[in-house]
């Protein structure tokens, strides 16, 4: 059973930094592309970064470029966003998703706050 | 950037009812990178329909994707009461910075 779970959200103030992590089973994690994907309370979905399958090539959406960096570890079936001068218009659940022909398998998110 | 446009913003339907929802792209797009989801409230979203057409998988036959170019639908042929949900179309066609649209709320009447 394929399973992603985030953690790593929580209470930040203003320009701070955040580190998310998402654990990735039941498949073959270096085999796919994976991506963040953020939606702010109320509002809709917006996708906010992609690594590749060998971690060599990433992207972002304009509005995190220079502040957020994907990573992943394939020993350790692992995805990153670390986030740093964090804004309040950061503010969003934050799903780590799996990448083939559309998102089919998602994580239950993990809430980050933005607030002084 | 290409830009979704989903409308409308929110239906109010009865169940049984015909859905149909639209998506509109700024620019053109294949057809093969074009995926629907489905989302409740406090649930992650849930993949209905990639390519513009094909169902992901365990999703019923009422639901059904079409469209090119810019334009593409999702239909709900007939409405179930667990598909009252808020409905996103999302745009890999312009690899690899994705988009989604604002979403359609699909409500009960």
Known sequence: EVQLVESGGGLVQPGGSLRLSCAASGFTFSDYWMSWVRQAPGKGLVWVANIKPNGREEYYVDSVKGRFTISRDNAKNSLYLQMSSLRVDDTAVYYCARFWSGFAYWGQGTLVTVSS | ?109
């Open chain 2, 1 to 109: 950037e290409i830009v979704l446009m989903q409308s409308p913003g929110t239906l109010s339907l009865s169940p049984g009812e015909r859905v149909t929802l639209s998506c509109r792209a700024s620019q053109s797009i294949s057809s093969t990178y074009l995926a629907w989801y489905q989302q409740k409230p406090g649930q992650a979203p849930r993949l209905l329909i990639y390519g513009a057409s094909s169902r992901a998988t365990g999703i019923p036959d009422r639901f059904s994707g079409s469209g090119s170019g810019t334009d593409f639908t999702l239909t709900i042929s007939r409405l179930e009461p667990e598909d009252f949900a808020v409905y996103y179309c999302q745009q890999y066609s312009a690899s690899p910075t994705w988009t989604f649209g604002q979403g359609t709320k699909v409500e009960f009447k």
